[in-house]
């Protein structure tokens, strides 16, 4: 196993809190509604060594507004003396949709899948079936993914609190940056951007600026459906808030109502868990890259504070007692 921790967990420090500001701090880390790797696991265990280290409290943030294949999972098989992998469907989702938009699949499925494998696994399953086994009622697939998660972290660590991200822009302060970003919609924006040209390591595309309208860094979220991009419509002669869809569509700034969400995208999303929901953020080794970007933005625009972040991350390989191969 190769471990990535920079910088070492003794010079990790917390955001500083005001004097007289008693409150317990907070270590926060997170990922997509997946079956992840273990470098994300190692971001979990060094959360929870780090929480016990300071004094801490520990959250995770669960990306269920992202749209991925929440359900395929590479399997290792061995077949003819060769060891290969192969992507397992463990149930039918739809990777268009974000998790936190379609309802959780049918445990008995992944259940069945798992029992079914294909011939020749090389891997013993039975971690994967306890965790899908009696799984409580969930509402979302993110939340029922998210719970499998838990079961799986909980011979290694204490699961964490949840926030989901599709519920972050409810928060007030949340709701005054949103507010002001439409206010200031191409100040916003052009700084972002900005942020985003000096960084071009970080794969973050720039956002849409046009005469009468502005590209937020917000989703707009319906169940059961794609989620859609959102923008500030500037040619709006009223002076009130008015927030669109590429197609035109007018959303209510209010729009958690019903089947609608607003939900923040990942360089906005880092921005509001680093200002107000934790004080030091532990990311993976691309998350660390793409937050190049907030960290820039955020001050160009706003110039507030965000939490420190640290980078944790690990490589497991199979011991397999032959030499690696070279290019050669």
């Not at 990922?31 to 780090?50: F, N, T």
């Not at 290969?84 to 469907?89: F, G, M």
């Not at 960290?295 to 504070?305: I, K």
Request: glycine share 6%; net charge negative.
């Amino acid at each position: 196993m190769r471990l990535t921790v920079e910088p070492p967990i003794d010079r990790w420090r917390l955001r500083e809190r005001p004097e007289g500001d008693r409150a317990v701090g907070v270590i926060a880390t997170g990922h997509q509604a997946s079956l992840w790797h273990p470098g994300i696991l190692a971001k979990y265990i060094a959360m929870q060594v780090a929480a016990q280290r300071f004094g801490a409290s520990t959250k995770q943030v669960v990306v269920d507004q992202d749209a991925h294949e929440a359900l395929k999972l590479a399997v290792p098989v061995e077949r003819n003396g060769r060891l290969s992998v192969v992507d397992v469907q463990l149930a039918d989702d739809d990777s268009a949709i974000p998790t936190g938009c379609q309802p959780p699949v049918d445990p008995a499925k992944v259940l069945a899948t798992l029992g079914s494998g294909p011939p020749g696994v090389a891997v013993d399953a039975a971690a994967l079936i306890d965790a899908y086994t009696d799984l409580p009622p969930c509402t979302t697939l993110a939340q029922q993914t998210s719970t499998v998660l838990d079961r799986l972290m909980s011979p290694y660590l204490t699961p964490a609190p949840k926030v989901f991200a599709s519920d972050l822009l409810q928060m007030p302060d949340a709701q005054r940056w949103l507010r002001r970003m439409i206010d200031e919609a191409r100040v916003c924006v052009t700084a972002y951007n900005r942020a985003v040209a000096a960084h071009p390591e970080a794969g973050v595309a720039p956002l849409l600026v046009e005469r009468d309208r502005v590209e937020l860094p917000i989703w707009l979220l319906r169940w059961g459906r794609p989620r859609r991009r959102v923008y500030a419509d500037l040619a709006d002669s009223s002076g009130g808030e008015r927030l669109t869809t590429a197609d035109g569509e007018t959303i209510a700034l209010d729009a958690a109502g019903g089947d609608l969400k607003l939900a923040p995208r990942a360089v906005m999303l880092t921005a509001v868990v680093r200002t107000i929901g934790c004080d030091l953020f532990i990311h993976g080794k691309g998350g660390a890259i793409y937050d190049r970007v907030t960290q820039q933005w955020w001050q160009d625009w706003l110039g507030e504070p965000l939490a420190p972040i640290v980078v944790v991350s690990a490589d497991v390989e199979l011991d397999l007692d032959v030499p690696m191969a070279d290019a050669a």
